[in-house]
């Protein structure tokens, strides 16, 4: 097989289980499981065979006319390069180690068919954006990943959460996915193609008219899709969703293809420094603000999806100083020890029957009860907190790196303001990234109180994912050696001065949040505080379902605990408050558009009972009044009848003689 | 004999037979002054008739045809009249007002069918 042809089977292959999966879902329970693994193990085993046979050498590119449009062609293209082979490799191995997991997790939902089918629609769909050459293919896929995210957040839809997450995730991403829409029209007007190639020589050859508006437009549905601030309060929320699916989209693959955009169309927004500065500020805000909010959350996937933000902000800070290399590099390596510690928090949800940090540090032996997820998680979080040698700390490092070598001044067009913005966002960020992963180490795994609820051993498949996701979290950093062969060839080894600054302000983290935990611990003995959901003999799933629809009603929010025991609480101060909320963002949301919408559907309302409708009224009720007037007239006297007819008569009879005579 | 004795004598007729219809209250003596009217008209006819000196006599021949009509009508009628009597043991016309619009009057064929659906429940 050709390499084009293996590159076509890969989005293919899940594409068809998806289909197959929908189709047979009731009729043979079965083949559930074979339909939903099998394609896209097989995807994931092509997807690497396509990176062997790449290898890392010249773009391949392959294309066929799908329609011709008139103006501007859609293609149904292939480019192959170094970062889409890669990235497809990590999101067919993710999407893999998901569906195994899925298998145990959701072992007896109803809606596992259909659960089954829409991951792997959403594999095909992700594998789409990251071969596809043509921006108007490449956006098909990016909506129906939206779409099955969409479904996915809201698969617990019995609980209120769930229901209102999904569509906020929706409509969120939405605001940001027209400027997005209309930026495409702009670029693909300019250029005359759809075809990235083409859209790029266009970009160096500076021949985009406005290149910083475009730019901007793009980055507006970038940052919806990749959760950026100001478009990011949609994913925290989207946690309502199960673990699994948690792992797969919202942390190691839809939230990164806004980065991995930008990646493929970086000489575009290369040519203008604005749009540079802008996604600096965009990074650094979102870095800095995200694990400040992770640093209060009480939630365990919470604290990981604001530090999914986070992170994700470190790959829009690598792309806003021109490094698309070292960004791809974090997301490959975010993807892999992110999905790690969802698929582990899964495991903890399930063995401790919560999902509250407050309340797992109030148990015993969290650790010993999941030994696999323990060993796995502490290395997945030393790889969060970018602690060498751990993936994390090389992939950190390369973006750092970049950052560092833009403020000198002699990377080309990029402003030295966009390196020191994303450098001191991204030390700063490092040192509370360190915080919080210490944070939910801590708690989670070194709680003091009563014994956890027993849940029985953690199912094989959900345990053995862990490990096939330890080995690229342990070992990925010794890539950055390699790397730069399959990437654009620029350095992505550690340098010294960033790495002992940031290693520093790590373990400093580290050290202020274990020596705040010591102190705020023993608290925790004296405010009891806590609902466990323990479900021995069920499937895991319905823990976290329990779990998620009861935290409000426990702790007082779904984002916050009410415990003194929380040293993030006792370093945030004052600030913690603001922290839970996500700095209140959502209520700024609600003034700008949730409460003029409301207003103006009361309007509309309004406008259509009283003025509208008052019309329609009036077209019916003359009429009926009139009606009821001449009603009078019938008696049922035919005598009566007669004489009204004799009258007429009589007055027709004149009126005609009169007429005739001439008077 | 002048046409005006003829007409004047019809006029008269007519207005009995419609004062009769407009003013009697028994359905038979309504029938009755139809009749009167009808046949004021039939005078009518014949008198033209005679007057215009028709060659294809069309007014005599017009009477024959009411007459045979007015027969068949009264027939009609009257059995008509008889099963309202049987039915209603009345033949007053002004009380025969089941076709009127008077919400208050509670309607006898609806009560027969809610006391029908009764029964069947």
């Not at chain 1, 160096?204 to 508006?213: A, M, N, R, Y």
């Not at chain 1, 950026?228 to 942390?251: E, K, R």
Request: aromatic letters at 8%.
């Amino acid at each position: 097989m050709s390499t084009t042809t293996t590159a076509v089977l890969v989005p293919l292959l899940p594409f068809l289980g998806a289909a197959a999966g929908l189709l047979l879902g009731r009729r043979a329970p079965g083949a559930v499981r074979p339909l939903a693994v099998l394609p896209t193990l097989a995807a994931a085993v092509l997807a690497v065979v396509v990176a062997w046979q790449q290898g890392g050498e010249k773009p391949l590119d392959a294309s066929t006319r799908l329609t011709p449009t008139g103006s501007v062609p859609i293609d149904l293209a292939l480019h192959l390069d170094g970062f889409a082979v890669l990235v497809a490799v990590l999101v067919g191995i993710v999407a893999t180690c998901v569906q195994l997991y899925s298998t145990a997790y959701l072992r007896d939902d109803p809606r596992y068919p259909s659960y089954a089918a829409l991951v792997s629609l959403f594999t095909s769909a992700m594998l789409l954006v990251v071969y596809s050459g043509d921006l108007m293919v490449l956006l098909v896929g990016w909506e129906v990943m939206g779409i099955c995210s969409y479904f996915l957040v809201g698969h617990y839809w019995e609980t209120r959460a769930a229901r209102s997450a999904s569509l906020k995730a929706f409509l969120v991403t939405k605001l940001g996915d027209v400027p997005f829409l209309i930026g495409v029209f702009a670029l693909a007007a300019d250029a005359g193609t759809f075809r990235i190639n083409g859209i790029l020589t266009t970009a160096v050859s500076g021949g985009i008219e406005h290149p910083t508006l475009v730019a901007l437009l793009l980055l507006a549905g970038v940052a919806g899709k990749s959760a950026q601030f100001p478009l990011h309060t949609w994913l925290p929320d989207a946690m309502a969703g199960p673990t699994p699916v948690s792992a797969l989209i919202h942390a190691a693959t839809m939230v990164a293809a806004g980065v991995y955009l930008i990646a493929r169309l970086l000489p575009v927004f290369a040519a203008s420094a604005a749009a540079l500065v802008v996604m600096a500020v965009m990074a650094a805000v979102t870095m800095a603000g995200s694990a400040l909010a992770a640093l209060a959350q009480d939630d365990i996937k919470r604290v990981l999806a604001y530090s999914t933000v986070g992170q994700l902000g470190y790959m829009t800070g690598a792309l806003a100083v021109g490094d698309r290399g070292a960004a791809v590099f974090h997301l490959i390596s975010h993807g892999a020890f992110k999905a790690l510690l969802f698929l582990g928090a899964g495991v903890i949800i399930h063995a401790a029957g919560t999902n509250s940090l407050a309340a797992m540090s109030r148990m015993n032996h969290l650790a010993k009860r999941v030994p696999d997820a323990y060993w796995t998680m502490t290395v997945g979080l030393l790889a969060l907190a970018a602690i060498p040698p751990f993936s994390g700390f090389f992939s950190k490092e390369a973006v750092l790196g970049a950052a560092e070598h833009a403020t000198t001044g002699d990377a080309h067009g990029i402003p030295a303001a966009a390196g020191w913005i994303v450098l001191v966002a991204g030390l700063l960020t490092a040192l509370l990234t360190a915080g919080y992963a210490t944070r939910l180490w801590l708690l989670a795994f070194h709680g003091k109180g009563a014994e956890a609820a027993g849940h029985g051993r953690e199912p094989l498949a959900m345990n053995a994912v862990l490990w096939v996701l330890f080995l690229p979290t342990a070992a990925l950093g010794l890539a950055a050696w390699k790397l730069p062969d399959w990437f654009d060839g620029g350095s992505l080894t550690p340098t010294l001065t960033t790495s002992v600054l940031s290693t520093g302000l790590a373990l400093a983290g580290v050290i202020v949040m274990y020596a705040a935990w010591r102190r705020t611990a023993a608290y925790a003995a004296r405010t009891p505080l806590g609902a466990v959901a323990a479900d021995p003999g069920a499937a895991p799933y319905v823990s976290e379902e329990e779990t998620i629809a009861t935290h409000e009603a426990a702790y007082g929010g779904i984002a916050g605990a009410p415990d003194p025991a929380d040293p993030g609480r006792l370093l945030l101060g004052p600030l913690h408050r603001h922290a839970v909320g996500g700095f209140h963002l959502d209520a700024v949301y609600s003034v700008l558009f949730v409460r003029p919408t409301r207003a103006a559907a009361r309007l509309a309302r309004f406008l259509d009972r009283e003025v509208v409708e008052a019309y329609v009224r009036g077209a019916g009720g003359a009429p009926r009044l009139l009606g009821a007037a001449v009603r009078r007239a019938q008696t049922g006297n035919v005598q009566t009848y007669l004489s009204a007819l004799l009258a007429g008569s009589v007055v027709l009879a004149v009126a005609a003689v009169l007429v005739a005579t001439g008077a | 004999m002048h046409l005006v004795y003829a007409a004047v004598l019809a006029a008269l007729l007519f207005c009995v037979g419609l004062y009769g219809v407009l003013a009697r209250r028994n359905a038979i003596l309504v029938l009755m002054s139809v009749e009167l009217m009808l046949n004021a008209v039939n005078l009518n006819l014949v008198a033209f008739d005679v007057w215009l000196r028709d060659t294809l006599h069309a007014g005599q021949a017009l009477t024959l045809f009411t007459i045979a009509i007015a027969a068949a009508e009264i027939g009609i009628g009257l059995a008509i009249v008889l099963q309202v009597y049987r039915n209603r043991g009345t033949a007053d016309v002004d009380r025969l007002r089941d076709l009127g619009e008077d919400a208050h009057r509670p309607d006898p064929d609806r009560a027969d069918r809610e006391e029908k659906a009764e029964a069947a429940a």
